[in-house]
């Protein structure tokens, strides 16, 4: 009953926040808020010196079409939506109750709503990335234009992430980014992205944002599209 009555207070007190914030805002003021105590409600499952150097690569590409799976928490949501162009379209999938995160009850949808700026247009689609039905859904939204950027942070199993990668990265136009979260070694864990993430950049343009190569969990991989 407590637990609920602080989760109300500080769900009341982040959307008063996220009323407050200027559209113009620069990463590191987001990033400030979001490892706040008013933006703990949407941290980033992700290291702050990781994710630092995620967010000087959006500030460069500035996506205007952007395709994330893996909301869960909204954290690398809010990120992308305040630095992505102030025209973006922007979509963010995830599964309820979906494995890796289990991810977002719905009376969080009016706050990741108000992520994206008053001319972005944010579709948050809740279903399986690896269904026809979803890629399907996901070129409409973008009305078959290429994305800019594709975040993938979803099903962390080696065929899923594999699965994702195979589905969606024929969507990314030459030059965009296609980022893979949990890339290194997750010791007694489900997560196998690293055994993906090595196959998959052999060959590419690509780069690793990792801290510690042993400290068992998270770390950033990024391929720039040929
Ligand atoms: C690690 S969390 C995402 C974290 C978030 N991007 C962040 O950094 O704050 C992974 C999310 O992927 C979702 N997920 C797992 N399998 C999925 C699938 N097949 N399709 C869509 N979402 C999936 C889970 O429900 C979970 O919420």
Redesign the pocket.
Known sequence: MLDTLRLKRAFRRLNRELEGIRPDLSGADLLNFVYSKPGSLIT???YREEVEQLVAELEKLKPARAL?????????LFLLCRLAESDARIMS???P????????PEWKIPMYHRFATSDQELELLR????RLETLQRVETFFQKEELDYLFI???HSYE?VKQDYEMYSPLVRKGGLIVF?DIVEHPDSDCQVDRYWHEVKEGKNYKEFVRDWEQGKYGIGLIIKD
């Not at 109750?97 to 977002?104: A, T």
Request: hydrophobic share 20%; aromatic share 10%; net charge negative.
């Open positions: 980033p499952w992700q994330e799976i893996g909301t869960a928490n909204g954290g690398t999938i995830d599964l109750e979906g494995k890796f995160g289990g991810g977002y279903g399986d990335s690896h942070d979803g099903d899923g979260h």
